[in-house]
């Protein structure tokens, strides 16, 4: 019995650690992420009728909603000529260029990717492709993010100069040119020492408190924590456009929280450690994806940072609170050795 116990904790905590370290990779939507800058609208030049402009997740994403019956070109990075980039149509459809070089930059929240001849072309003809509808469309714009390798030449809490101020992405709406215009802010730095006090306080009422109720305590601690992960995983998730966040922002705590109802159903019984300790794998797996979150100024969702935060804290500090009180509450037996005659 000790020994599938001992297997079945060792392939949870296996498969989260895996599932942290997918999601940590680079994924193919590049969802937005916590960062040091928040990119702001701050209007189209000159004024134009059916067309709205803003930024999502910080500074990832520029989005574009254009109305029915209106029609709009988003020019690339080529200025001689002007090559466009996107083609908003009156019924709503969406297309971009494949003979654009945005069209490949744009794939990486960082640029870089492969540009196939045809878009090195100046001269090339647009080669159109549908690519949503609804007459709204998300890219990573680089020119209204920082790219450079190093912190820009400004204090923290200072909007970014030179081709940032105002950053500039030019457009053309029912044939009228126009300009998307924005700002590029470095934010102040965030403390990591108030979420690390949360930390300490929500595991240290957590551990006190469940100290007579080891495992019921620690399976209802887990239960809150997750369902507040949940919460908050699901709003970043949704930060990135078009449902392209990474899914494991809201799986992990998704599987915590079952896992932990499951513990505090079955708290009279000896498998509830064993869901306590899988939820503590899963939702301190979540907490290790978004640790960022409590370094960074600009987070991607449109949640209070400060909820954000909390959550993350939270969820450490009950990790391993619950992980303690599993642990020492006596359900768990390790097989005693025999002594040596």
Not at 7 to 23: M, Q, R
Not at 63 to 79: K, P, R, S
Not at 123 to 137: K, L, Q, R
Not at 268 to 283: E, Y
């Amino acid at each position: 019995m000790i020994a599938d116990v001992r297997s079945f904790l060792l392939k949870v905590l296996v498969v989260a650690l895996a599932l942290v370290g997918w999601g940590a990779a680079p994924a193919a939507a590049d969802p937005a992420g916590p960062s040091d800058f928040r990119s702001d609208v701050t209007g189209i030049t000159p004024e134009v009728d059916g067309v709205a402009a803003e930024i999502r997740g910080g500074d990832a994403f520029l989005e574009l909603t254009v109305d029915e019956g209106h029609e709009a070109i988003v020019y690339g990075y080529e200025t001689n000529p002007p090559k466009p980039y996107l083609r908003f149509t009156a019924d709503g459809t969406v297309e971009r260029n494949r003979n654009a070089t945005a069209t490949y930059i744009n794939d990486d929240r960082k640029g870089g990717g492969t540009i196939p001849e045809p878009a090195q072309d100046p001269a090339a003809e647009p080669d159109w492709e549908v690519v949503g509808d609804g007459g709204t469309y998300a890219w990573h714009d680089h020119r209204v993010h920082w790219m450079g390798e190093f912190d820009p030449p400004v204090a923290r809490g200072e909007r970014v100069g030179g081709a940032y101020d105002p950053w500039v992405v030019p457009i053309e709406v029912d044939g009228q040119p126009a300009e998307v215009q924005g700002t590029l802010t470095f934010e102040e730095t965030a403390s990591p020492i108030p979420w690390a006090a949360l930390a300490l306080v929500a595991g240290g009422l957590v551990g006190w408190g469940g100290r007579r109720r080891a495992v019921r305590s620690a399976a209802a601690a887990l239960v809150a924590a997750s369902a507040l992960a949940l919460l908050v995983g699901r709003a970043d998730f949704s930060s990135t456009p078009d449902a392209g966040g990474n899914p494991l922002l809201w799986i992990l705590p998704a599987a915590a929280l079952a896992l932990a109802v499951a513990a505090l159903v079955r708290h009279r019984s000896g498998t509830a450690v064993v869901f306590v300790l899988a939820s503590v794998a899963t939702l301190s797996g979540w907490a290790l994806l978004r640790f960022q979150v409590l370094l960074k100024p600009v987070l991607p969702s449109d949640l209070s940072p400060s909820l954000d935060r909390a959550s993350v804290a939270t969820a450490i500090g009950v990790s391993i609170a619950s992980a303690y009180l599993a642990v020492t509450s006596g359900a768990l037996k390790l097989p005693e050795l025999a002594d040596d005659e």
